[in-house]
């Protein structure tokens, strides 16, 4: 059972994530892109909030808000980021920066503990602009190149643009001050049923997938649709779809257990409902924490590209887009997740990985990281109807705020 140790008030969490959910709010969701009017309120709702914790707050000249102690000895770092997908739920990243705020609060204010928490809320961790800007410019990840080569996915607005439009042009980039942690700790909705299902309340995250994304090109013939013989077309949209059912077929033989890949996007040219396609586009996503898959199922790729343009009627290009190494969280912060969950949940965990990527993954790589999740109601995210119960709430903050505790602690 619960003990005194925690001192979580959990109405008080609940109160600052509907407080957060009001900045921006669409139906029972947000809508908060990178830079929009509503992630900026919400950087500075959480800027005004980090003094509670005993923290400094520093909006930093790419949008991370980071809190630091004054207060002497170890220091762990927890967050998440404020920034939403479009019309997107009102969990996904506020949840981890909340829990640590309440963290932070709890503990940099009790003598008896040891340390402090330090907050952050990276930017841009939903890819308006980019993949993971905010954690990645914190890990000198990011050069002022990339940042003028970022654009909004949907508007084409340079980052330079929208840096200046909010106030942040000028301000230095905070960087990570090496040794100053003892890790990075992240909480999050799981994104999906497992926890749900199982009746579970924690999930101790232990690795946290790569993502590879493809462009894969067909080239055939444009024709006239209602000239041209079927038999003698060479119709690329039609390679296209084939090439899609073929990878439902094939990839089960060689993917790993928990192996996903989605094609995204499909693209015709020219698009005409009276032209044949000459050439068809698609972008392929392939998840999974096991690089040996991924250079399996990329193999297999190469070799469909290859026996379809060997048939003769269109040839097919694979290019590989993107590549996001997995990230193994921890083997401490696990323990230490797992010995939390068992004061403050009745031991309702369990280890599993994590299907979408986080800033942990990128802390992960200058410092030991853990992430923790709790259960997402019908395993929906991304969507405005995402939501929690506020008791799952409430019990994932005890036990981050315990887990925060005992790393410090040590």
């Known amino acids: 059972m619960p003990d005194d140790r925690s001192r979580v008030d959990g109405a008080r969490v609940l109160a600052d994530l509907n407080a957060l959910r009001g900045i921006g709010a669409y139906k029972t969701g947000v809508h908060k892109p990178t830079f929009s009017e509503p992630h900026m309120r919400s950087l500075e709702w959480l800027a005004e909030k980090l003094p509670e914790a005993g923290l400094t707050a520093t909006i930093d000249g790419i949008g991370n808000v980071l809190g630091t102690s004054a207060k002497s000895g170890v220091k762990l770092l927890a967050g998440s980021h404020l920034e939403s997908q479009n019309y997107a739920g009102w969990l996904d990243g506020p949840l981890g920066v909340v829990y640590a705020l309440e963290a932070a609060r709890v503990i940099n204010s009790d003598p008896s503990a040891k340390g402090a928490v330090e907050v952050a809320a990276w930017c841009d961790e939903e890819g308006h602009f980019g993949h993971f800007l905010g954690s990645r410019s914190y ?7 990339d940042i003028d080569a970022a654009r909004d996915r949907r508007s084409g607005r340079t980052m330079r643009d929208a840096l200046r439009d909010v106030g942040l042009a000028g301000r230095p980039r905070a960087t990570a001050e090496r040794g100053r942690h003892i890790g990075y700790l992240e909480a999050h909705i799981e994104q999906g049923e497992t926890l749900v299902g199982g009746g579970l309340a924690i999930g101790v995250v232990t690795s946290i997938v790569g993502i590879w994304q493809y462009q894969i090109s067909f080239t055939g013939e444009q024709n006239h649709a209602g000239t041209t013989r079927m038999g003698v077309r060479k119709d690329a949209g039609v390679a296209l779809a084939r090439f899609c059912v073929a990878i439902d077929d094939r ?34 996503q392939i998840r999974d924490d096991d690089p040996g898959v991924i250079d399996r199922l990329e193999g297999l790729l190469q070799s469909m590209a290859a026996e379809v343009t060997a048939q003769g009627r269109c040839s097919v290009e694979l290019e590989r887009l993107r590549t996001g190494a997995p990230a193994m969280m921890d083997g401490v912060f696990q323990q230490t997740i797992e010995a939390a969950s068992a004061s403050f949940a009745g031991g309702k965990s369990i280890r599993m990985p994590s299907g979408a990527g986080h800033d942990a993954q990128i802390l992960a790589t200058i410092m030991p990281a853990g992430m923790l999740f709790v259960p997402s109601i019908g395993g929906i995210s991304h969507h405005w109807s995402e939501n929690t ?14 887990t925060c505790r005992r790393l410090l602690a040590g």
């Open 139 to 145: 890990v000198g990840g990011v050069t002022d190149a």
């Open 251 to 284: 990839f089960p033989g060689l993917c790993g257990p928990r192996t996903v890949w989605t094609t995204g996007r499909i693209t015709l040219d020219p698009g005409a409902p009276s032209i044949i396609p000459g050439r068809a586009e698609m972008l392929f």
């Open 389 to 402: 119960d506020d008791a799952d709430i409430v019990t994932g903050a005890e036990v981050f705020v315990e």
